[in-house]
């Protein structure tokens, strides 16, 4: 491997986009089974390899092109992007996950605690309540 610090950046750029493909494709399980330690922990993994990610973007900005090891450099741009773009998919995918888990546990919630039918908690009937009154005495 050349020991170029563009190159350098680039290589562990890519390594770390492969890790958290990996790790995005984990959390759609960890989703699936609403594991929220598991998805903690993933999201913490997030966080740490946004900041190494930012940090990597920063070295390779600095640095100028170095003739014939331009070929080199665009095929790990190339890499990179597919990954970039894997991920984005696989967040995609993830966020759709999310949100049908939300509703399930929105209604497993409702289901425990149904909305009050006569008086709401200030002594309110709600709106739209039918009333019937008895004629027993």
Known sequence: MSTHPALQA?????EGL??????????SEAL???DSARLLEL??????????????EQQLAGHSPVPGQDADLDAEFATIRTLARDIKGVDDLN???AGASHQVVTAWLGA????????DRHGARPQGALSTVSTRF
């Open 32 to 34: 699936k089974s609403m």
């Open 95 to 97: 966020r759709q996950i």
């Open 43 to 56: 999201a913490q993994g997030r966080e740490q390899f946004v900041a190494v990610g930012r940090r990597l």
């Open 10 to 14: 680039a290589c562990a750029l890519r």
């Open 112 to 119: 425990l605690r149904p909305p009050a039918r006569g008086y």
């Open 18 to 27: 492969e890790q958290e493909l990996q790790r995005a494709r984990s959390q």
